[in-house]
Structure formats: C-alpha cells, structure tokens
C-alpha cells in the first residue's frame, strides 16, 4: 500500500521561505514520477511541479523562479522549496507519485502566507 506523507507547511509571511517535503511508503520510490500539487480555496487542484526518476523538472508557469522541486530517492522523499513566497500561493499542497497508469496522493499540507 502506499502512503504519501506531507509536512512543513505552515503560516508564513510574505517574502518568506518554507520546505516541504513528502515521504513515500512502498517500494520502488526512485522509479515513478513524483510531482507537487496546490488548491487554494474556491479553486481547482493544478500542478505545481514534477521530477522524474532521472531528475528531471516541470514547472507550471506560476512556479517558474521560486519554486525547487528536488527529490532523495535513499530517503523515499520529494521535497518542494518555495521562496519569496505571496499570498496567493495560499493553499493546501499535495504529493503526488505515478505509478504506472495509476496515482497516488497524499492528504495535504496547508500553506498560508499572511502578515
């Protein structure tokens, strides 16, 4: 069964820095594609950003410049580094891995950014 596991949001304000980080159960974590997701309230779940198992990055538009995701395949682990954080990345971020034709998510981590 897999299980993904997010921490490190949290309220922060503007111009500020968090790291999240996702930590996966099951085998085989270095080969699937694993990937960031936001919703901010009243709106739909978009992509934040993907890495693949050779390390390479996607970006959304609105995460090019502030956001790193990077990934530690010994530790089961994707993390995503957001600077110069604004309030209208408020929103509560999820994990994601693709297995397959098949994905999975984890329950969320909330980010409030506010003075």
């Known amino acids: 069964q897999v299980q993904l596991v997010e921490s490190g949001g949290g309220l922060v304000q503007p111009g500020g820095s968090l790291r999240l980080s996702c930590a996966a159960s099951?085998?085989?974590?270095?080969?699937?594609?694993m990937g960031w997701y936001r919703q901010a309230p009243g709106r739909q779940r978009e992509l934040v950003a993907t890495?693949?198992?050779?390390?390479?990055?996607i970006y959304a538009d609105s995460a090019k410049g502030r956001f790193t995701i990077s990934r530690d395949n010994a530790k089961n682990t994707v993390y995503l580094q957001i600077n110069s954080l604004k309030p209208e990345d408020t929103a509560l971020y999820y994990c994601?891995?693709?297995?397959?034709?098949?994905?999975?998510w984890g329950q969320g981590t909330q980010v409030t950014v506010s003075s």
């Open positions: 099951g085998s085989g974590f270095s080969l699937y594609v």
């Open positions: 994601y891995q693709m297995r397959g034709v098949r994905g999975y």
């Open positions: 890495i693949t198992s050779g390390g390479s990055t």
